[in-house]
């Protein structure tokens, strides 16, 4: 699949979004605990999620039995914010957004395992190389 400026900016806009809400989790657990974090995210983003669903949605129709993809997306995303928001709550969050931030690993391995798509060796090198700085990174010798 080609790549557009279009789909860069967006994916900057994510990254930009992603790493002031890994910062903002921090702030909220300390303020009222992980559990109620998660809750609260989760009914101000239905909030949210339904007004832009209103206006931007696809309107073409689709399965039921599709539905099961979005399903699995909440399972593991809402898994991922509870688990997070509990790791800030007893450690750094630059530790935990450290860790967290590894995932682009398992993405790159479902994506070539289970989708077959496949990566050029620079493109390997790069993952590598992101890894290793993500972990440099995230060692502090002070702690």
């Not at 993809?69 to 997070?84: E, G, I, Q």
């Not at 790159?108 to 493109?123: M, N, P, Q």
């Amino acid at each position: 699949m080609p790549t557009s400026l279009s789909g860069l900016l967006l994916a900057l806009l994510s990254m930009l979004t992603l790493g002031i809400s890994t910062y903002l989790y921090k702030q909220s657990t300390a303020a009222i605990g992980p559990t109620n974090t998660t809750f609260f995210y989760y009914l101000f983003s239905l909030i949210i999620a339904v007004a832009v669903w209103l206006v931007f949605g696809e309107k073409q129709p689709f399965e039921k039995t599709a539905l099961l993809w979005p399903a699995l997306l909440a399972v593991f995303l809402f898994t991922s914010v509870w688990a997070f928001n509990y790791a800030v709550s007893v450690i750094d969050v630059s530790v935990a957004a450290t860790l967290r931030s590894l995932s682009f690993l398992v993405t790159i391995g479902l994506a070539v395992s289970i989708s077959h798509e496949s990566l050029a060796t620079k493109d390997w090198v790069a993952a590598a190389l992101a890894a290793i700085s993500i972990v440099l990174f995230g060692i502090n010798p002070q702690r």
